[in-house]
């Protein structure tokens, strides 16, 4: 992963210590494109905050995004960070790599910014670098091991989030 951990992961903790709900971005069935359901299935019970599969069509879920009434939302999502397969980055809408690789439509940042004014959250894109994107794929090894430190790391920085004489 390229991201720094001990920033990446006492960024999350902070993230995972309010209220937070983390959306997964992304289609199974084109490899690493699914490497968000596949998180989002590590973590089920074994974090304090809010888990929604969107699929591919994330806007269409923004209904209950807005009703989650969350302070932060951590988007997930598989990005052209430039980086090599499996490089991890933790973004803000304005922090978003310019042309990068999505595969969805409208765009990650317009995204951002209507969770953003319809909430007031902060919202976070965790972007993975995919090696591969093709219909029938599974994860490469690359990305799979990536969503096996993130689901670790999500896991621990909640557990710390939600440790006694913590306040998030």
Not at 19 to 33: A, E, F, H, K, Q
Not at 94 to 120: C, K, W
Not at 142 to 167: D, F, M, N, Q
Request: glycine residues 14%; hydrophobic residues 45%; charged residues 25%.
């Amino acid at each position: 992963m390229a991201a720094d951990v001990h920033d990446l992961e006492a960024r999350l903790r902070e993230a995972l210590g309010r209220r937070c709900l983390v959306v997964g971005i992304g289609n199974p069935l084109r490899g690493d494109d699914g490497a968000a359901q596949a998180l989002l299935r590590r973590l089920e019970g074994a974090v304090d905050a809010a888990l929604l599969d969107a699929e591919e069509v994330p806007e269409s879920h923004l209904g209950r995004i807005v009703e989650a009434r969350p302070e932060v939302v951590l988007l997930v999502d598989v990005v052209g960070l430039g980086g090599e397969p499996g490089a991890v980055a933790l973004l803000t809408r304005g922090r978003l790599p310019a042309g990068g690789f999505s595969t969805h439509r409208p765009p990650l940042s317009v995204l951002m910014f209507f969770i953003e004014q319809e909430t007031g959250a902060e919202v976070l894109l965790l972007g993975i670098q995919p090696k591969q994107v093709e219909f029938g794929a599974g994860l490469s090894p690359e990305v799979e091991k990536t969503v096996e430190a993130l689901a670790a790391i999500l896991t621990g920085a909640g557990k710390a989030a939600a440790a006694p004489g913590r306040r998030g």
